[in-house]
């Protein structure tokens, strides 16, 4: 690393000084290619309990690099995002934005317009009522000319899709919209750096896509990228990625380096893109795509075996639908000038016992679905029968479908607002009048089935829960009715691997206890991994429903409604394609691998 | 039946791009316009009067090119309350001027006087308009423009420590979040509802207040978090309060805003020069004397 | 009066809440007394939270 500066070599007179300083900073500038910074970076949040985010971060970045920053909750990635613009000073250390030290109060407004940031909630970034006013909002501060701040809107809207939406307001775009728009309000300031801070962690997989688009383009542009992200898949399409643990650098090298090493990965709580992942049961070197792998699997013997069939489980066929949705059609705001048709005639039916998946792109009109399987939304047209329950009379008793059905809505951690835990997970079964020790005991099945003891969390503030806890005891609150029917929206959504995997867990624990399991997921793995039938529904409407094996056979079918299928059922679609003996309708790794003839 | 679909009710910081004339007034024009209609309103006494501004009202809402009934709409909470006030004042007499007033229906305590019935008219119709010209305000300018024209508008008071700018931007933050806000708070209701809460409305005060504050807390809560995250992107996108910005949205006067002046400030000296008081008290004598 | 980026964030939420509260029938205590749309106890609320700021 280039030390250029020397800063007691320039002493003199009081002129030479400041010429001094401009000189040693143009130096600076043209003789390092690194245009940001960090040395010995240490943070410590404070506070009642101090905590050290940071522990020594040395870290260069050249102008023009794609960096992608990975690491376990907790191991300092948006803390150490967050020391680049100036947002955080460091305790100890120093950081440089080309050449100019952060903690340089002068020179914040330039570092500001050098890196520009888009963060992970959508809504918290966006200020004004009308999109391009927000996009215009970030040039404004920095008093870019007047006449210059439209082409810089349209330019920015441009390069992200947006234009057309430029009269929108905020709050009736997509999340994916949403974000699209905070990166063109971050672009339209022209920095040199943009920093994405889990930007894509709230979007589905079309969402996703997009904004990988945008930034691949940006990054052919010349902007350095630098982005924080739980998903690996992400991280593949970098040029560099670096893992933090516990506030230090863990590992720093290209993506193929680092998934080599899966094992030190695993112990840091991270996975591998399920490329990497599959090449590594079969025993192949490492593999970030899948045309790596198909060459490495044909490099390294013939195409060999007799297709094999997949052990079906013989899915007996549905006795009776605990739910039935008939001809279900539900509009909003009906009568005024914004009505829109959510559900139209969408038919929908959950066999006792059965876990259901519910996909659908946003729009598609799944959040609707839900909402009536527990009457709260009314049928307005059609009918709605949940176990002897008619929704479509309103004398229907609702708290009693709300007995029978729990609903868990995105982000449940938001609602809990008792001050302790217990209370919180007791609030349902209070309110439908159980006896105090009747409550207790539900509490007490519904905590530990969530992995959260009883003993150790019912007296916790709720405020004190980490995310994954306080996901797990909004859970907690809605399994302590003990519905027969559990409809959860997105259980997993925003979660890190480790968090998802064990909600999972829990969801398929309850399923296995004779809970129905009704999920939403834009995560199609998830969707294999615990729903045996799939309803997939686009614009209102019911596009296909079937087993789930036969729904993740059409991926043509699904793609035309902006759905996918598992990774691993892509992976083995293509490997069909190249001509490899793999059955149609494998959707998981072990089966891919037998299939393989590799074990 | 619940009805969980708060956007409905909120009729304020909703923005619709008709294009309207209206809609291409310049802010400030706007702005002066309404204050100082709705001053006039709040001043006038006379009950005609007021009736006259609110026809003007929706006159102004009709050449907006917006609905009507969507714009009233937003009046129905509040109706509730406003019936209550107005039956009271009607029968018990509670008016501004004692004098010439005959009463024409008597009974124990109960009075119903001319001088009640005008004032209840006033009440009505001044809520009434007042509502939809803060809302006409909105529906025919982006926020943006309107927290521009409040800025140049509060731009002289800076001398005395106003701080313009900022209060522009609050008030920006405030409307922009208003929907957002709505939609946090259903999914809110619908939660507690889903979890057995029972959410009518009309149960006794108690109860609804304690309602009110299961649904408030973590509003409340979320809404501190946001507070870091959207500071934490002001200040990243640059924004360190008033001082050196430049502006997206330009303000050009031009003939149709001075034609909409001379316009408002006619209306407004027709509004306080016209006889509208002995109208008044000769129609409430007449219904005084049959 | 110079106000912070956080004071002018906190203001305009605390605002945006306010106006729903009011313009919801979620504002409303009780049929009496019907003056203001938001009664005071829960407008004290926000303010003390507000206060509660680092």
Not at chain 1, 550 to 578: K, N, Y
Not at chain 2, 52 to 76: K, N
């Amino acid at each position: 690393m280039d030390r250029i500066r020397d800063r007691d070599g320039f002493k003199g007179t009081s002129l030479a000084a400041p010429l001094a300083c401009l000189g040693r900073e143009a130096f600076c500038v043209a003789m390092t290619e690194s245009l940001i910074r960090v040395e010995n970076l240490h943070y410590i949040y404070s506070g009642a309990s101090p905590v050290e985010a940071l522990g020594g971060i040395d870290l260069t970045i050249r102008a023009g690099e794609y960096v992608a920053i990975v690491g376990a909750n907790g191991s300092g990635k948006s803390t150490l995002a967050r020391h680049l613009n100036a947002l955080l000073l460091p305790t100890r250390g120093d950081v440089w934005i080309a050449c100019a030290n952060t903690r340089d109060e002068k020179r914040r407004r330039d570092i500001r317009a050098t890196v520009q940031m888009v963060f992970q909630h959508p809504d918290s970034q966006l200020v004004a009522a009308v999109v391009e006013e927000d996009v215009a909002f970030g040039p404004e501060n920095f008093g870019v000319p007047e006449n210059e701040l439209p082409p810089r809107v349209r330019a920015a809207l441009d390069q992200v899709g947006m234009w057309a939406c430029r009269q929108r307001t905020p709050h009736l775009l997509s999340a994916g919209q949403k974000q699209r728009v905070a990166i063109a309000g971050a672009m339209a300031v022209q920095p040199r750096v943009l920093v994405l801070d889990e930007a894509t962690a709230m979007l589905d997989p079309a969402g996703r896509a997009v904004v990988l688009d945008v930034l691949r383009a940006l990054h052919h542009q010349g902007t350095t990228i630098i982005t924080i992200t739980h998903e690996m898949e992400e991280a593949v399409e970098a040029e560099r990625v670096i893992v933090l643990s516990e506030g230090r650098v863990a590992m720093d090298d290209t993506p193929r380096r680092v998934f080599t090493r899966a094992d030190e990965l695993c112990a840091l709580d991270l996975d591998v893109p399920p490329v990497a992942a599959l090449a590594r049961r079969l025993g192949l070197p490492v593999c970030l795509t899948t045309e790596e792998l198909c060459a490495a699997l044909t490099a390294r013997g013939p195409r060999v075996g007799a297709p094999s069939r997949i052990n079906k489980v013989r899915v007996s066929e549905p006795q009776e639908s605990i739910i039935r949705v008939e001809q279900l059609t539900h509009s909003y705001l009906r009568g005024l000038p914004l009505e829109t048709r959510a559900l139209d005639r969408v038919d929908f039916n959950v066999p006792s016992g059965a876990a259901m998946g519910l996909i659908g792109s946003t729009g598609s009109g799944k959040s609707t679905l839900m909402q009536h399987l527990n009457g709260l939304l009314r049928p307005q047209s059609g009918r709605v029968v949940v176990g002897q329950y008619d929704l479509t009379n309103p004398a229907t008793d609702v708290r009693a479908v709300r007995r029978m059905v729990g609903l868990v809505f995105q982000q449940p951690e938001d609602q809990l607002f008792e001050q302790y835990v217990g209370d919180d997970v007791a609030f349902g079964p209070r309110q439908f009048g159980f006896a105090k020790e009747e409550v207790r005991e539900r509490v007490r099945w519904a905590m530990e089935s969530v992995g959260l003891g009883f003993d150790a969390f019912k007296n916790r503030l709720t405020n004190t829960l980490s995310g994954g806890e306080r996901r797990r005891a909004a859970l907690a609150g809605v399994f302590a009715v003990r519905p027969q029917v559990l409809v959860a929206d997105e259980p997993t959504a925003g979660l890190d691997p480790r968090t998802r995997a064990e909600v999972l867990g829990i969801l398929q624990r309850l399923h296995a206890e004779g809970t129905t399991p009704v999920i939403t997921s834009h995560r199609m793995d998830d969707i294999a991994a615990l729903c045996c039938r799939i309803t997939a529904l686009d614009g209102g409407r019911v596009v296909a429903a079937g087993t789930r094996r036969e729904i993740f056979s059409q991926p043509d079918l699904l793609q035309a409604h902006g759905l996918d299928i598992p990774p691993v059922a892509r992976i083995a679609q293509e490997l069909r394609a190249q001509g490899w003996p793999i059955p149609s309708g494998v959707l998981f790794a072990d089966e891919l691998v037998a299939a393989l003839g590799a074990e | 039946m619940e009805d969980f679909e708060l956007l409905r009710h909120v009729t304020i910081g909703q923005y619709f791009p008709t294009g309207s004339p209206l809609h291409r007034l310049d802010p400030r024009v706007k702005i002066i316009g309404v204050v100082a209609l709705v001053g006039t309103l709040v001043t006038l006494q006379s009950a005609s009067g007021v009736l006259i501004g609110l026809v003007i009202t929706f006159a102004l809402i009709a050449l907006a090119r917006v609905d009507v009934q969507f714009a009233l709409g937003g009046l129905a909470p509040a109706l509730q309350i406003l019936v209550f006030l107005a039956v009271l004042q009607l029968v018990f007499g509670w008016s501004a001027r004692v004098t010439n007033c005959h009463s024409l229906w008597s009974f124990w305590l109960l009075n119903v006087t001319t001088c009640s019935i005008q004032a209840v008219v006033v009440l009505l119709a001044r809520f009434a308009a007042l509502f939809l010209l803060t809302g006409l305000l909105t529906f025919t300018s982006t926020l943006s423009e309107l927290a521009r024209g409040i800025e140049w508008l509060l731009r002289p008071f800076q001398r005395v420590g106003v701080p313009a700018d900022e209060l522009a931007m609050v008030f920006t933050i405030a409307l922009r979040f208003v929907p957002t806000l709505a939609l946090e708070m259903e999914k809110l209701l619908k939660a507690q509802a889903a979890r057995g809460a029972n959410i009518q409305s009309g149960s006794n005060p108690v109860a609804r207040t304690r309602q009110l504050l299961q649904v408030l807390v973590p509003l409340f809560i979320n809404t501190l978090r946001r507070s870091d995250d959207l500071t934490a992107a002001l200040e990243a996108r640059g924004y360190t309060g008033g001082a050196g910005r430049t502006y997206y949205i330009r303000l050009h006067f031009q003939r149709a805003d001075v034609v909409a002046l001379l316009v408002v400030a006619a209306l407004i000296l027709g509004l306080f020069a016209l006889p509208f008081g002995m109208f008044d008290q000769s129609v409430l004598n007449m219904l005084a004397t049959k | 009066m110079k106000l912070t980026v956080r004071q002018i964030v906190v203001a305009g939420l605390l605002g945006a809440i306010a106006i729903l509260l009011g313009a919801t029938r979620l504002g409303f205590i009780g049929p009496f007394p019907p003056l203001l749309p938001v009664s005071a106890t829960i407008m004290h609320v926000p303010a003390a939270m507000g206060e509660t700021d680092r």
